[in-house]
């Protein structure tokens, strides 16, 4: 049942990237009537939600954007940082949404923060402590290994729930802060162009955190349903 579970998941998740990737291909061909960067934006939505203090860099990597509250800066990749279409106005002022996050103390991006040492620790040591576990549970019967690996398991699985509310929550902040700035989106055209994009980025979480609860159902299962 486990295995059944995280192929079906598994196949998803492709299905979901591979919309995604086309849904930014065809946004990042859209061109914004404002003809604005996502440079632009993204320091045009800090600065009207009174951050100053924040940096809006180019980053290397295709979709590698993200906001680092660190450092306190909105990382764009260049195709986002450069572009001056409907998709890299999406995805920059939603990474400018963490950043009013941040300012604002929102409550799940503080827990997501706090419990990054944590996830950073279970992570690295995940894939290996299982596979030890797995060959000792069934060669010698000893669970203690699997249990840690599988404690450490659900560690991220949490994670990458805690990250769904944060990153929704980013998509309605831009959204909302695009929709009040009709000089930057010209029509409701660009304005749906920008929800698509942000609502099939917002799918990958999804579909991340259920790969990831289907890894971990798949794993606990031997622990919990012996060696029979």
């Not at 800066?73 to 260049?78: A, D, M, R």
């Not at 409550?107 to 620790?121: F, G, Y």
């Not at 991340?208 to 031997?222: D, E, K, N, R, V």
Request: net charge neutral.
């Amino acid at each position: 049942m486990g295995m059944i579970l995280f192929i079906g998941i598994a196949i998803i998740s492709f299905a979901v990237q591979w919309r995604f990737k086309n849904k930014f291909k065809q946004y990042s061909e859209t061109p914004l009537a404002s003809g604005m960067s996502g440079k632009d934006i993204a320091l045009k939505m800090l600065h009207d939600n009174g951050i100053y203090d924040v940096q809006v860099l180019s980053a290397q990597g295709r979709l590698s954007d993200h906001y680092n509250p660190a450092d306190r800066t909105v990382n764009l990749s260049p195709e986002v940082y450069e572009g001056r279409s409907v998709a890299s106005a999406a995805v920059a002022a939603h990474e400018c949404g963490h950043a009013v996050q941040h300012a604002k103390a929102y409550s799940w991006l503080t827990l997501r923060s706090a419990v990054v040492p944590m996830v950073n620790i279970a992570s690295k040591m995940t894939s290996v402590v299982l596979l030890i576990g797995v060959l000792m549970f069934f060669s010698s019967g000893n669970p203690i290994v699997l249990a840690i690996g599988v404690g450490a398991l659900a560690i991220t699985t949490l994670f990458t729930f805690i990250t769904l509310p944060v990153e929704f929550d980013a998509s309605k902040r831009a959204l909302a802060w695009l929709q009040l700035n009709p000089g930057i989106m010209a029509d409701s055209v660009e304005h749906s162009g920008a929800k698509d994009a942000l609502k099939w980025a917002a799918m990958t979480y999804v579909v991340a955190a259920l790969s990831s609860l289907a890894t971990l159902i798949y794993y606990a299962s031997f622990l919990f349903g012996g060696r029979d």
